[in-house]
């Protein structure tokens, strides 16, 4: 016969203060599965280091809907932008593991901890790493009088003129702003750097012609490519998008193993049960095989990954060791 806990605890504490003790001890040794077969019985919330209406912010709010859907409880998006992601990931990282909290962590995570002297966290250990989404790769385009139409014209073009080439971005420390870093170091060429506050003026910029080259976000980027008001040299994930088929990757133009871009995943502080983790996993997978999701990220020139969490965390480390080393040799430093 099966007893429910609170049953238990009742029963034995008549027997003093050992029997208290020995009730507890069985509250803390229940099955994780008894735990889990009642999750989620309360609404879940899903933190962003991100504002509303970015693929992020977008991401999250389709998955939990879909969770929504599936299991009849909340899922509310948390945005708390700021600090680089930070403010969100130490947040999460200190939240009850319960499975009632998630994260998402992106490629903002893995170049903080070489990027910020220091952090209230730890992305790998203060986390269990669920499932990576997606990863969405960056775009290198130029203005069109700059006199090339592929990357290496590109790098003999700059050889040429050292130090002459500018190259902006959102801003120091940025997944753009260290790819052109990466770009820089496997060609052996010399730019400028030239951050800007935010990926809009540094796209207006380049459109404009005051700068001359942009590692930039396929969303934010391709349609001034489509245009014609800027050249699209080469995408950087190591393969060909499927959105924009005709451009070809800067790998197979030269830079082997040339491969940046943003991810986007979910994550629960360390500490909560396997089986919720489990339970989260197969559900998140679930909800990312949507046609409605992989229709819009598809357009977004996403190439969908549904790893497992052993996976994704070594994928999160080999991350933390790529970006770092981005970080080291552009001199890139945040108080």
Do not use: C
């Not at 994704?312 to 080999?318: C, E, P």
């Amino acid at each position: 016969m099966n007893f429910h806990p609170f049953f238990i605890i009742r029963h034995l504490s008549f027997g003093g203060a050992v029997s208290g003790a020995l009730a507890l001890v069985l509250v803390l040794t229940l099955p994780a599965t008894t735990i889990a077969q009642s999750y989620p019985s309360r609404t879940i919330r899903y933190i962003v280091g991100y504002t509303p209406g970015g693929t992020a912010d977008m991401l999250a709010r389709a998955v939990g809907q879909k969770l929504n859907e599936t299991w009849g409880q909340p899922v509310l998006v948390e945005n708390r932008p700021g600090g680089g992601t930070n403010i969100a990931t130490e947040v999460a990282a200190k939240s009850p593991p319960d499975g009632y909290t998630l994260f998402m962590p992106t490629v903002a995570n893995a170049i903080n901890p070489t990027l910020y002297p220091k952090l209230g966290y730890d992305p790998i250990r203060d986390f269990v790493n669920i499932i990576n989404f997606a990863k969405v790769p960056g775009i290198l385009v130029v203005h069109p009088s700059v006199p090339v139409k592929n990357a290496k014209e590109l790098i003999a073009l700059a050889k040429a003129h050292p130090d002459q080439l500018r190259h902006g971005s959102p801003g120091i420390g940025s997944p753009h702003h260290l790819a052109g870093e990466i770009f820089k170091t496997m060609s052996g060429v010399k730019m400028i750097h030239v951050p800007y506050r935010g990926a809009s003026p540094a796209i207006a910029d380049v459109v404009a012609g005051h700068i001359e080259v942009y590692f930039g976000a396929m969303v934010s980027t391709l349609p001034h490519a489509r245009n014609g008001r800027l050249r699209a040299l080469g995408v950087t994930s190591l393969k060909r998008v499927a959105a924009v088929p005709d451009i070809a990757s800067l790998d197979e133009q030269g830079l082997k193993g040339f491969e940046t871009g943003s991810w986007f995943g979910m994550a629960v502080p360390t500490g909560t049960p396997r089986d919720i983790i489990n339970k989260l996993h197969t559900e998140a997978v679930r909800a990312i095989a949507a046609r409605d999701i992989r229709d819009r990220m598809i357009a977004e020139g996403a190439e969908f990954v549904d790893d497992t969490p052993e996976q994704f965390t070594g994928f999160f480390k080999a991350e933390i060791v790529k970006w770092g080393k981005a970080v080291k040799a552009s001199g890139a430093k945040v108080d």
